[in-house]
């Protein structure tokens, strides 16, 4: 995974048919609190998966403003189209499975880019130079930081792309990240879904006949973006 991290935005939204300009900063400890949060997701992909899968990382701080944005369901998204300069330089084509881009959608001054999720994702595709694609924003470091599993929201995107690839694969199955509530499963006290996601990545969700989905080890052996 190639993680973009643009420490800066600097651009124009419309809000209303209003033009707005926004500038957002992304603090040192909002920037370690971040960095935190990608370092946990190695190891909790390896204890999810039943040590099934793996991810490994690269950060690059890239060194000027994110300066445009794309309208996406009532609000704005970092879309591949954004950042595809960036894309092209720092991920070449077969170099990485994954792109994450992180960057912050609000201000001090309490001013806030509307965003229709936390995190959005595409499949692997040309839009990424073939790796798959996530964007997740900064939110504030207390509320990320409030128990639980910092990375979660890493792991359950960054499932989108891997679901994708699978389905595509000849495993159309699988299911859906967002499908736990389908499935009967709620999340713990902290608002996480941490056994739904173990679960799925261990191929044991159980369905109403009896059979199991999800991915299991030989799902996973079948090879990835950059080795199909």
Do not use: C
Request: no cysteine; net charge negative.
């Amino acid at each position: 995974m190639l993680v973009l991290v643009y420490r800066t935005a600097d651009l124009t939204y419309s809000d209303g048919g209003v033009s707005r300009a926004f500038t957002s900063s992304i603090t040192d400890s909002e920037l370690q609190a971040a960095m935190n949060a990608v370092a946990n997701m190695p190891p909790t992909v390896q204890a999810w998966s039943g040590g099934a899968a793996a991810v490994s990382y690269t950060v690059q701080q890239v060194p000027h403003p994110l300066t445009t944005v794309t309208v996406y369901a009532g609000g704005y998204w970092v879309s591949p189209d954004n950042v595809h300069a960036d894309i092209d330089t720092y991920a070449p084509d077969g170099t990485y499975d994954s792109v994450l881009v992180l960057w912050k959608s609000w201000n001090e001054r309490g001013q806030t880019v509307p965003v229709p999720g936390w995190g959005m994702t595409l499949r692997p595709g040309p839009w990424a130079n073939g790796a798959g694609y996530t964007t997740v924003y900064i939110p504030p470091a207390t509320w990320w930081w409030n128990g639980g599993t910092p990375s979660e929201v890493f792991v359950h995107e960054w499932l989108h792309q891997v679901v994708h690839f699978y389905r595509a694969y000849g495993h159309p199955g699988i299911p859906s990240p967002d499908d736990a509530a389908a499935h009967g499963y709620t999340a713990d006290s902290s608002g996480l879904w941490g056994r739904w996601l173990s679960d799925l990545m261990t191929g044991r969700v159980v369905d109403r006949t009896g059979t199991k989905l999800g991915i299991p080890p030989a799902i996973w052996s079948l090879g990835n973006p950059t080795q199909p």
